[in-house]
């Protein structure tokens, strides 16, 4: 699906979310479940990186991706690590403390075999 005309506008569109308490989320479930005290976190479908910005002001090491070049370049314009990958197929090879696929990104995956091939 191409994002070419929505992603400039995105971050409007998408302005009723509630990013602040993910990151209370994801801040809750990082010291209930992780003991590395700079954790690192891969976002996956992270669409223009809104939550990515509030991630990386909290300090986290964070790197995120999204398999529409157009959202993709709109957070690289804001200075956001992404890259440009299928969640499926991710070009990275490190170890994160925390990997997130939030908001419906994941719906895009149309098979059983998608879901495995993301899973293993």
Known sequence: ????ALAPVY???MNHVEYDEW???IDNVLQKFCQNKNPSILELGGGTGIL????????????GSDLSF???KQALLKGIPFVCSDCRHIPIDK???????LYD?????????DYSILFF
Do not use: H
């Open 105 to 113: 990104g994941i719906n895009y995956l149309q098979t059983l075999n």
């Open 11 to 13: 971050d409007r569109l």
């Open 1 to 4: 699906m191409k994002y070419e």
């Open 23 to 25: 990151v209370v989320l």
């Open 70 to 72: 157009s959202m993709c």
């Open 95 to 101: 170890i994160f403390d925390l990997i997130i696929f």
């Open 52 to 63: 990515a910005g509030k991630l990386l002001s909290s300090g986290y090491s964070y790197i």
